[in-house]
């Protein structure tokens, strides 16, 4: 085991603990806390079979102490969202080595979703409400809105820089640059926020169909409604019996049996239908703008190689902090991730500079 493991679970357990220490549900709380005890069991078994001194190493690390930050300006959930992507990368990892070595998979080496799980219904009569409430709020995070923002920075660095750099290399850094990089910006980002308001809208309005249709044969043939709701509940271990006799207490109030059809039968949050295309697309636009605009910048103020060079060195600089801030996510070590978007970055912005260069010669 690694120290970058031990590390791992370190984190984990000091971002457990910030959920716990800022949710305002005394049972949610409660399993955020035992799962950062969990996590701190995983750290001191590690460091035990290690011979590692956890006292001397048990800090959090700058991506634990970044998404703690996050947290308290955004809100928790965002924190949430990272711990499940570790969670899952984690568990991956272990089914993976057990592949590899042959051992038998059993189940439990899934994301701790199904430890949570379990921890309420020990804890609690009331488990099912509480395990409905964390993971709808589990599948709230799971777009990360802080990935989405990381990204949509990069495909406008990236996408823009290898358009500047390719007028750029044509034309020898001339006045046409900046045109070119503006357009292309513009370009890009109204592309970009109307991909996005197309499919938040077209997405929010297959599901409202659905949901319209769920009502109208809830209306027009309830009997039908009712016998589909009791094989739902059948289907979840209750018995034949006890499932009939729950499928018309619930069919008594429709609005209710409308909202249970669509979450068992279409599988359709409702809660996901809240969110606005609108402001979708607006965050969209600004987050594509503000990586497009780095690579041009230079060019509002110089020309010819001396704006080469800084639009380079400040699309290197833009990929590094990109490249670092997407191992808020990943868990993968800064400086490699980092310089890898680099070297990704400039690779992509050196082919076009060629072929532009060729392109402007064979014009000239």
Not at 70 to 80: P, R, S
Request: glycine share 10%; net charge negative.
């Amino acid at each position: 085991m690694s120290n970058h493991a031990i590390q791992t679970e370190i984190d984990a357990s000091y971002l457990y603990q910030k959920l716990a220490d800022n949710e305002s549900d005394e049972l949610i709380a409660h399993v955020y806390a035992q799962m950062s005890a969990i996590e701190k069991s995983h750290a001191e078994a590690f460091a035990l079979k290690e011979n590692i001194n956890l006292e001397s190493i048990f800090k959090p690390s700058w991506r634990a102490k970044t998404l703690n930050t996050i947290g308290k300006i955004f809100g928790y959930d965002y924190v949430l969202g990272a711990l499940m992507d570790t969670e899952k990368s984690i568990s991956n990892a272990v089914i993976n080595t057990k592949k590899e070595h042959k051992l038998e998979i059993t189940g439990t080496e899934t994301n701790h979703v199904k430890i949570l799980r379990s921890i309420v219904e020990k804890d609690s009569k009331r488990a099912g409400t509480y395990i409905s409430k964390f993971e709808s709020r589990h599948r709230s995070v799971g777009g990360n809105a802080i990935r989405a923002a990381v990204l949509g920075g990069n495909d406008g660095l990236v996408s823009n820089f290898s358009l500047v750099m390719g007028i750029a290399g044509a034309t020898a850094g001339g006045s046409g640059v900046l045109i070119a990089g503006l357009a292309g910006m513009l370009a890009g980002a109204l592309s970009m926020s109307l991909g996005e308001w197309i499919s938040v809208k077209s997405s929010q309005e297959l599901y409202e169909n659905q949901m319209e249709i769920e009502m109208e044969e809830l209306e027009t043939h309830p009997e039908g409604e009712r016998q589909e709701l009791a094989l739902i509940y059948m289907t979840k271990g209750i018995d034949e019996k006890q499932a009939h006799a729950m499928a018309t207490e619930v069919m008594k109030d429709k609005t209710h049996a409308h909202e249970i059809l669509v979450k068992e039968e279409l599988g359709i949050n409702a809660e996901e239908l809240q969110g606005s295309a609108t402001e979708a697309a607006i965050y969209s636009f600004l987050l594509f703008t503000i990586g497009a605009i780095i690579p041009v910048m230079p060019f509002f103020f110089t020309t010819g190689f001396t704006a080469i060079a800084f639009s380079v060195a400040g699309s290197a600089v833009g990929l590094f902090i990109i490249g670092a801030a997407i191992t808020l996510f990943t868990g993968k070590n800064v400086w490699y991730s980092g310089f890898r978007q680099v070297f990704f970055g400039l690779a992509a912005a050196a082919i076009t500079y060629g072929i532009g260069h060729v392109v402007g010669v064979a014009i000239g």
